[in-house]
């Protein structure tokens, strides 16, 4: 089941950053030793009490007019209406109500989405109190207030927020349809993917506008299967100045990635693949999805006999941290491979679910161990007493050791790698949780 979105609006200077980095805590460093992984701070995954939302900074460049002021914050607004279950609207105490407050307000109002209302830089509740009460007049219900940087009323406003959890899960689609999200920078041929396998297929298509988050759903059968496609390519032309652009097109990403069970990142062929392709991968990776690479457009690059080895070696060597992602070169104009898309997207799927007896595991490990010794550090050796795996959708192991801080990265990996050679797991990411335990 996929989080719940929220997003953080509001104009510029009203404190959204801070309260997003407040709420984002640790999370903010996403995948540390990941090459190529967006380190803007446009999203990060929050937990709560037992419950985990991701959390989008909608940001918005500092304006020089008042007209371009309302632009951007409808700009803005906008972004959050199309992709959040849940929008935190943020005003600031000190400057009180103004002009630009009161539109996005009624752009809010009219998206029907859960807004709350929260007003900052309350830094005394005893001395602004009574100024918060003029927000009651956007008509968007009761001004929280808070403090984002002297984290005073953080715990109220997530109450509120999360209220509203229950009542988008029940929007979630069915469990036994699988969910396949297909991602990249525009122009790719997302939308030409869809069509092809629309047309191939001549099968039943629900577009359902207006989804929860503003993409475009597509049922398609094969094989007597059903599978919906998430199609990031609906979006509207933004003249919008590029980092804008990338910015819309990453909140984007998210919001499918987050409802996939497999995720097609598509890149262009003639253009080869580039940092934004990465990034978007990189979204797929850290949520542990199954992922296939598409190249498409292949019909139109002139070929010899290496040149698909040459390619695959650039976008493995680009794409590194995630070696296990499938690879298809594909084209939607001419159709070439597009079948073969599905075969891969079941395999995925299969991998993704893959359970594994905790027997063979600790085989497996205990094989590994005696093949290479762990490491060790001032006289202590890392000892690795027990291995199961505890979730799937990615296949999740637990590893129970004498000390964490000797479980080294490399070896993880290679502990991965041995798994992956027992059992293949393609096209989908491990995730290994180290638990300490007392020796006997």
């Known amino acids: ?42 999203y990060a995954d929050v937990s709560w009490l037992n419950q985990d939302f991701t959390l989008i900074d909608t940001g918005g460049i500092e304006p020089e007019s008042s007209d371009v002021i309302l632009s951007q914050m409808r700009e803005q607004a906008q972004i959050a209406i199309d992709t959040a279950d849940v929008i935190i609207f943020l005003v600031d105490v000190r400057q009180g109500l103004v002009d630009a407050d009161a539109k996005v307000a009624d752009m809010l109002r009219r998206s029907g989405k859960p807004v709350v209302l929260v007003v900052n830089k309350v830094d005394n509740f005893e001395k602004f109190m009574m100024d918060t009460y003029e927000f009651y007049n956007l008509g968007i219900g009761d ?3 808070i403090s984002a940087s002297g984290k005073l009323g953080i715990g109220d406003m997530l109450e509120d927020v999360t209220k509203y959890f229950e009542e988008t899960v029940e929007d979630e689609e ?16 997302k939308s030409s993917i869809i069509n092809r396998l629309l047309g191939e297929n001549r099968v039943i298509v629900s577009n359902v506008a207006g989804t929860t988050r503003d993409a475009i759903d597509t049922t398609v059968f094969w094989n007597d299967r059903e599978y919906n496609f998430i199609d990031t390519a609906g979006l509207r032309k933004k003249n919008k100045i590029k980092e804008e652009l990338e910015r819309y097109s990453i909140i984007r990403t998210v919001t499918a990635v987050e409802r996939a069970d497999v ?45 698909m080895y040459k390619y695959t070696a650039r976008v493995r060597e680009i794409l590194s941290y995630m070696p296990y992602a499938e690879l298809l070169f594909i084209s939607a104009e001419t159709g070439q491979r597009i ?20 027997g063979v595991l600790n085989e497996i490990m205990a094989e590994a161990v005696a093949l290479q010794q762990p490491p060790s550090d001032k006289g202590k050796r890392l000892k690795l007493f027990y291995i199961t795996q505890v979730a799937v959708k990615p296949p999740t192991f637990v590893i129970f050791v004498n000390d964490k801080q000797l479980m080294h990265f490399s070896y993880t990996r290679y502990l991965e790698n041995k798994i992956r050679d027992a059992f293949g797991f393609r096209g989908t990411s491990l995730k290994f949780l180290i638990r300490e335990r007392k020796e006997k």
């Open 339 to 358: 079948n073969k898309l599905f075969e891969t997207i079941d395999m995925v799927l299969e991998n993704q679910t893959l359970r594994i007896q905790t």
């Open 174 to 189: 069915k469990e036994d349809v699988p969910q396949i999200a297909i991602v990249g920078k525009p122009n790719v041929g």
């Open 263 to 307: 995720v097609v990142v598509v890149i262009d062929a003639v253009e080869g693949i580039t940092e934004q392709d990465a990034k978007i991968a990189g979204i797929a990776h850290e949520r542990g999805k199954g992922i296939i690479i598409a190249v498409n457009k292949w019909d139109a690059i002139e070929k010899n006999d290496k040149t």
């Open 143 to 145: 001004p929280h207030p």
């Open 1 to 42: 089941m996929s989080k719940p979105i929220v997003a953080i609006v509001g104009r510029p200077n009203v404190g959204k950053s801070t309260l997003f980095n407040v709420l984002a805590g640790e999370n903010i460093s996403i995948v540390k030793d990941t090459p190529g992984v967006t380190r803007d701070r446009i």
